[in-house]
């Protein structure tokens, strides 16, 4: 019987691992990553430094055989959310300072565009609370057995009972049909970089009778 369970970082870079597999062939890391030859080892570095710095609350679920991995951040008090410095200056919080300097030595000079893009993501989340499905990947040779489905129905079901909102960004038009049948529904649409489609989607709880 498949089994769904908490993760924890003692994992990292197992779960970067499956990120980076489900993540080579994506429209937007494809962008974001150009070189063909460098983007799995990039990728691995990139969710390496992503779960270094998870946001507090935030949880991991996936399958106790390493084939799927769901990062759920929590709802964040939209008044507590630093849009950037308040007084004028030019500072940068620490990890602002690390992200920059780890797109940076990934990207080069390509780095300034790939952040703005992934900001203009960031911008576009939905003011209202919810759990936030920053990432959910399935290692290539475990797709398509259902897998995505059921790491998702903890947090869902979770969701359902406590009233919250669920929210994501598809960077990949093939994986909006599979949300949908999990209760997410687009609220629009973007395009960043050379044309990359980003589908906003978010799930209405659905109370239990």
């Not at 390496?48 to 929590?74: I, K, N």
Request: proline share 7%; charged share 20%; glycine share 10%.
């Amino acid at each position: 019987m498949l089994e769904i369970v908490r993760m924890g970082l003692e994992r990292k870079e197992q779960i970067a691992s499956i990120w980076a597999d489900a993540f080579e062939q994506d429209p937007l890391m494809e962008w974001v990553f150009p070189d063909d030859a460098a983007r799995r080892a990039s990728l691995q570095h990139w969710w390496e430094f992503m779960l270094d710095h998870m946001a507090t609350g935030s949880e991991l679920h996936g399958t106790r055989a390493d084939g799927c991995v769901a990062y759920w951040q929590p709802p964040r008090n939209e008044a507590s959310v630093s849009t950037g410095p308040q007084d004028g200056s030019n500072q940068v919080s620490g990890w602002q300072a690390d992200f920059m300097a780890m797109m940076t030595d990934l990207l080069g000079d390509l780095a300034p565009s790939r952040m703005e893009a992934l900001g203009q993501m960031q911008q576009a989340r939905l003011s209202e609370p919810h759990w936030y499905l920053a990432v959910l990947g399935t290692s290539p040779d475990q797709q398509s057995k259902g897998l995505g489905g059921k790491v998702l129905a903890p947090m869902l079901n979770r969701c359902d009972r406590t009233g919250e909102l669920a929210y994501l960004e598809s960077s990949n038009p093939a994986n909006v049909g599979f949300y949908r049948r999990h209760g997410f529904e687009p609220v629009g649409e973007f395009t960043v970089g050379d044309g990359v489609l980003i589908t906003p989607m978010a799930r209405e709880p659905h109370p239990p009778e």
